[in-house]
């Protein structure tokens, strides 16, 4: 079964910095998953943060950045808002035409 | 400015059938891969569904394959769902969204689909 793992939840304090990660339970995520990110405050459309691993979506400030962490797709977040406080999704193109979510992160700015 | 505006939710009964659609506007629609996301009442997004810029190629989750179809009017810019045989896990809200570079980018508002006997 192809399972995408995100950490559950996690903090951070107003102006810190926080990375999230995205991992493959089939092995190294790699810039060939084409790894993305989605922020979603609940009850809202989710938002584009981050395609094709790096690339910003269309509004998405720079404080917001993807990357490879190892054998991991990353976001990470700096100089965090309170207006960050959503839950994060990735997505990996795990070949054939298929996609896959992760679990989420939920975040808190505190 | 790209629109994507989903319609055709609702109640329906486990067995029955229900027809989405998303409206697109804003871009050259024909150009673009599109896709279906659903998200359960609390749950996380879930991707299922995909369709090429020209039709010609279509992908599902194993969750919805061989119930749903997915496809698109190039001339009225217009991406469609076929829904049947619903089942009860499939309540939840659907969105359509813009494909882009191997991910998406543009997100409709949902649409709310509940099964219920």
């Known amino acids: 079964q192809t399972v995408v793992t995100q950490e559950p939840s996690f903090s951070v304090s107003p102006g810190g910095t926080v990375t999230l990660t995205c991992d493959w339970s089939?092995?190294?995520?790699?810039?060939?998953?084409?790894p993305s990110w989605y922020q979603q405050t609940p009850g809202q459309t989710p938002r584009t943060l981050i395609y094709?691993?790096?690339i910003r979506s269309s509004g998405v400030p720079d404080r917001f950045s993807g990357s490879i962490l190892g054998n991991k797709a990353a976001l990470t977040i700096t100089g965090a808002q309170a207006d960050d406080e959503s839950d994060y999704y990735c997505?990996?193109?795990?070949?054939?035409?298929?996609?896959?979510f992760g679990g989420g992160t939920r975040l808190t700015v505190l | 400015e790209v629109q994507l505006v989903e319609s055709g939710g609702g109640l329906v009964q486990p067995g029955g059938s229900l027809r989405l659609s998303c409206a697109a506007s804003?871009?050259?629609?024909?150009?673009?891969?599109m896709h279906w996301v659903r998200q359960a009442p609390g749950k996380g997004l879930v991707w299922f569904s995909r369709?090429?810029?020209?039709?010609?190629?279509?992908t599902y989750a194993d969750s919805v394959k061989g119930r749903f179809t997915i496809s698109r009017d190039d001339a009225k810019n217009t991406l469609d769902l076929q829904m049947n045989s619903l089942r009860v896990e499939d309540t939840a809200v659907y969105y359509c969204?813009?494909?882009?570079?191997?991910?998406?980018?543009?997100w409709g508002q949902g649409t709310l689909v509940t099964v219920s006997p």
């Open positions: 094709s691993t790096n």
């Open positions: 089939s092995g190294s995520v790699s810039t060939n998953y084409y």
């Open positions: 969204a813009r494909g882009v570079s191997w991910g998406v980018d543009y």
């Open positions: 997505m990996l193109y795990i070949g054939s035409g298929s996609w896959v």
């Open positions: 804003g871009f050259t629609f024909s150009g673009y891969w």
């Open positions: 369709i090429n810029s020209d039709g010609s190629t279509t």
